[in-house]
């Protein structure tokens, strides 16, 4: 499988791809998956993404699960 990477478009900056550190993914009301974190400068990102990729970054260790 390849590298997993969260990424996450960056609304101050306006920055695409922006990679997701201290990155917690959590499950919304209606069972989406949503990826919270910072770009280490001090600005929040958040995206959704699938259910196999929220998974597939716990388990790698990439991100930690908050639910």
Sequence with gaps: MAEIQLTAYNVKTKEKNV???DAVVTKTAKGAYMVQGN???GNKLTTLC???KALAAI???IAKQGW
Excluded: T, V
């Design 19 to 21: 990679p997701i550190l």
């Design 39 to 41: 770009d280490g400068k």
């Design 50 to 52: 699938g259910e196999e």
């Design 59 to 61: 388990k790698a260790g």
